[in-house]
């Protein structure tokens, strides 16, 4: 067989595959008008117009893009503030720009491990860590999810000199929160260094919204801390925080970082707002509560199938991917994007809608959410009453 042959071939098979299994991902433009549940905006920061007249007149002061990456002449002097402006919201001695959260977690892993570190991940962690712990050759186990007695159990045998704990934050398909005290406990007692990746809880909560770390822990108890700025914060691109030792080594070594045009500083210059919005403002984290809280008691009074996350991540676990993906068809026809998340994303039998709620949300728009949600389950039932 030709090798353009054998190659298309070879891509036919993965796509039936994924057809067969109802795991065929695909893009929507999102209609004007419609009720997005399905993004990470949770502050609604992203469409406030304080943060777009500040990208604007970055751009009319920078330029649209950096021209180069940081190490060569990207590096300008808002990013500068953006990154000073991070550590002090978190409590770390430096802070380090990425132009994503999934390079961030890849420049970092690779940065720090090697085939003599042992990395300990928690077993949902975001695919970013998992594909960072694979880059860098070290040695990686998965315990059991939110377990600190089977991490306890793995370290006990690790035998590497070099030892690394990673967990999300916010675990970005369930929506509950990592036992950070646990973690900090387990890790110190075995010199483990601590890595946290906050994505979805910087903005959202701790105090002054820095996270589910934050300032509450310290660099010797969480010693390296990622957030990313495309989430509550409403703009685009990552941060590592720590302390100077550990800024300056990604510097050194950090591909991910070296080898990438730096962030558009336009991008910079909003964060700088969307930063000074999130700490200077608390109401927008107190309506975003309201909601989840009034979304919650409603869809329970409706008897649907919500988890126990008490963050604006609030999935409805329906197992089978044929009715998520009917469900999340019959929102889409009433206005209503939700995230409809399969395997590979989630484990096999826990496909599920997931549900993401923003402080720009009316209690109108849930109503409407939820009004959708309860019609999806009175048409299934109709048609089939075991369900």
């Given amino acids: 067989m030709p090798v353009s042959k054998a190659w298309q071939q070879r891509l036919a098979d993965a ?64 990013h500068d503030a953006l990154e000073e402006a991070l550590a002090r919201w978190t409590g770390r001695e430096r802070a380090l720009l990425f132009s994503t959260g999934y390079m961030a977690n890849l420049g970092v892993l690779q940065a720090l491990a090697d085939r003599n570190t042992a990395i300990f991940q928690d077993r949902l962690n975001h695919a970013s860590l998992i594909d960072g712990a694979a880059l860098s050759g070290a040695r990686s186990r998965r315990y059991h999810h939110r377990d600190t007695s089977d991490l306890e159990n793995l370290l006990g045998r690790s035998e590497c000199a070099h030892t690394l704990v990673v967990s999300d934050g916010v675990f970005s398909m369930d929506g509950d929160v990592a036992d950070i005290a646990s973690l900090v406990t387990v890790s110190q007692r075995h010199s483990a260094w601590l890595m946290v990746d906050d994505a979805h809880g910087v903005g959202v909560l701790g105090e002054n919204g820095s996270g589910c770390v934050g300032s509450a822990w310290d660099s ?21 925080a720590g302390d100077a030792a550990l800024i300056d080594h990604l510097v050194q070594f950090s591909r991910s970082y070296i080898y990438t045009t730096a962030q558009p500083p336009a991008i910079a210059a909003a964060t700088l707002k969307a930063l000074e919005i999130v700490q200077d403002e608390p109401e ?32 409805l676990i329906l197992a089978d991917e044929t009715r998520i993906l009917r469900w999340a068809g019959q929102l889409q026809t009433s206005g ?27 209690e109108g728009d849930i109503d409407q959410l939820l009004a959708a949600l309860d019609q999806c389950q009175h048409q299934e039932a109709l048609c089939n009453p075991c369900v």
């Fill in 15 to 78: 796509r039936l595959g994924r057809q067969q299994t109802n795991r065929w991902r695909t893009r929507r433009v999102m209609a004007v008008g419609a009720l997005d549940f399905a993004g990470n905006d949770y502050l609604g920061l992203a469409q406030d117009p304080r943060v777009s007249e500040a990208q604007t007149e970055g751009a009319r002061l920078y330029g649209a893009g950096a021209g180069a990456s940081h190490l060569v002449s990207g590096h300008m002097a808002v």
């Fill in 220 to 240: 010797t108890e969480v010693p390296i801390l990622v957030g990313t700025l495309g989430k509550a914060l409403g703009t685009a691109g990552a941060f590592v």
């Fill in 284 to 315: 927008h984290r107190a309506q975003l509560n309201a909601n989840i809280a009034y979304f919650r008691r409603e869809a329970l009074n409706l008897g649907l199938p919500l988890s126990s996350s008490a963050t604006p991540i609030q999935p």
């Fill in 336 to 362: 209503i994007h939700v995230g409809a998340i399969r395997p590979p994303t989630v484990p096999k039998g826990e496909a599920r809608l997931r549900i993401t709620l923003s402080a720009r949300h009316q």
